[in-house]
């Protein structure tokens, strides 16, 4: 597992002391700026970019733009990680994966993927985060983090699509980016 320590191993072993009251102070006042994420929590401007993310989580990610390899590298890695049906074209069913490689995913989808339910389907772009932790190849994790924070932005707090994604790493941003002490 030396390709975790290299790349995701800070952001997801970090202890940090979640508090709900400031990743919602968040969520409630996130808004889309120029391609930045910005919001007060409890009563500190917050603003999030990609440079933010990657200085932060430490994630020794380079800005390689996109976040998602080509089809042709997708399907070999798909049969590298043992999957056992057709490559599909929107996303990977978790139970076609054989051996260790399920699990490895299935920790890839607790800790990366920018959902809270519906755990058993693997789109692309955690897949091209698998084979750039696995193959230590580039990959943009921090645009990753970056668009799913950008892709909740606007849902209400009853909205059923609202994810309050990354608690841990936006609480990591929160205490690096702060002016004055957050607790």
Known sequence: MNFLR?????????????????????????????????????????????VVIRATLWFGDLDHGKTCYSRPIRERAARVFGYIDQFPSKQLVKGMIIGLWRHFLHVLMQCLAPRKSGMDGMGHSLLSDMIG?????????????????QSQLGYRANDKRLQLLYPRFLTLVFLSTSESPIW
């Open 6 to 50: 290299r790349s995701i191993s800070y952001a997801i072993s970090k202890d940090v002391q979640l508090v709900t009251t400031y990743i919602d102070d968040f969520w409630q006042s996130a808004i889309l700026v120029d391609n930045t994420n910005e919001a007060t929590t409890n009563g500190n401007q917050i603003v999030i970019t990609e």
């Open 133 to 149: 932790l696995t193959f230590n190849q580039p990959f943009n994790f921090s645009f990753m983090i970056l668009q799913s924070f």
